[in-house]
Nanobody
């Protein structure tokens, strides 16, 4: 069972930056996708960005393109989400999750880390 642990959330003013980290462990097959998702109370969870460990291919939600960057450090089994030009609407609980290829089912979730962006 893959285990993921997030860190790095916090509070920031609009226009600021934060970097989230997600450490993964317990997987034996490197064909794994890592994703960042976010959720606001009363709304559905939405995907923010994903990365496929083998190729480094990435996906971004339209709302974060050009502002957020997902990256990986395979030596540390860690995925990062660099968030720049943050907006109040980015305020949410951010979750890291893992899925084995073909990455249709994210079934290993972290506990979440809160990101709050204020004016």
């Amino acid at each position: 069972q893959v285990r993921v642990v997030e860190s790095g959330g916090g509070s920031v003013l609009a226009g600021g930056s934060l970097t989230l980290s997600c450490a993964a462990s317990g997987y034996t097959d490197s064909r794994i996708c890592m994703g960042w998702f976010r959720q606001v109370p009363g709304k559905e969870r939405e995907v923010v960005a994903t990365i496929y460990a083998v190729t480094g291919n990435t996906y971004y939600a339209d709302s974060v393109k050009g502002r957020f960057t997902i990256s990986q450090d395979n030596a540390k089994n860690t995925v990062y989400l660099q968030m720049n030009s943050l907006k109040p609407e980015d305020t949410a609980m951010y979750y890291c999750a893992a899925a084995q290829s073909p990455c249709r089912n994210y079934n290993s979730w972290g506990q979440g880390t809160q990101v709050t962006v204020s004016l």
